[in-house]
């Protein structure tokens, strides 16, 4: 099945600084790379995602990288605000069956005023 | 657009009785909803699938009797925890998906607390 790697666990930034999550996945046939935001006590919220026809997808602040030979993707937030303090999760959706996510451990972004 | 609710937030019930969490998606209809259960500082485990008119689909390890999944509609699927003891005490958090896309959506989650 499929195995998703996610890093860093904790991750630590400045208000304004920019900051990366990093997704490794095992199945070369995963094809669609969910990111959610959960803050504390809520329940994941989708921020973006990416399919793996695309190279890069951008929403304002936040944008995503695919790399489908290396089998990673990234989460990159510029100009960083207490707001986005949460926890991060990255997916990795295989096609057929019933595209169940696999998903990563989790980030704790803290980003400090 | 997509969003999911869940029903209660909270609920605390005693050890030996049956709690019900209701999920819903209130702007699209829901082919596929799941189920997971999230401890503290974890990730999301998946209990069960389900679709619409069929037997939930569950994960190895959870319990099918235990945890009992309802599909009824489109729009509407519950979970009963039954027998409930102090160790399914935890966040339970449904997600649904729509007929056409890979996306889901998750609710806001239930906390149970089983005393």
């Known amino acids: 099945g499929e195995n998703v790697e996610q890093h860093p666990s904790t991750l630590s930034v400045q208000e304004g600084d920019s900051a990366v999550i990093k997704c490794t996945y095992s199945?070369?046939?995963?094809?669609?790379f969910p990111w959610y935001k959960q803050e504390l006590g809520k329940g994941p919220q989708l921020i973006i995602d990416i399919r793996s026809n695309v190279g890069e997808k951008k929403d304002q602040r936040i944008a995503v990288t695919l790399n489908k030979t290396a089998k990673h993707f990234s989460l990159h937030i510029t100009e960083t605000q207490p707001e986005d303090s949460a926890v991060y999760f990255c997916?990795?959706?295989?096609?057929?069956?019933?595209?169940?996510?696999?998903f990563g451990r989790g980030t704790s972004l803290i980003v400090h005023p | 657009g997509a969003v999911v609710s869940q029903h209660p937030s909270w609920v605390i019930c005693k050890s030996g009785t049956s709690v019900k969490i209701e999920c819903r998606s209130l702007?699209?209809?829901?082919?596929?909803m799941f189920w997971y259960r999230q401890f503290p500082k974890q990730s999301l485990m998946l209990m069960a699938t389900?679709?619409?008119?069929?037997?939930?689909?569950?994960e190895q390890g959870v319990e099918k009797d235990k945890f009992l999944i309802n599909h009824a509609s489109l729009t509407l699927s519950t979970l009963t925890v039954t027998s409930a003891h102090p160790e399914d005490s935890s966040f339970y958090i449904c997600s649904a998906r729509g007929f056409l896309g890979y996306e889901q959506y998750f609710g806001p989650g239930t906390r149970l607390t089983v005393t």
């Open positions: 702007d699209f209809q829901a082919t596929t």
């Open positions: 389900s679709n619409e008119g069929s037997k939930a689909t569950y």
């Open positions: 997916a990795a959706t295989t096609s057929g069956g019933s595209y169940i996510p696999t």
């Open positions: 199945d070369s046939a995963s094809n669609y």
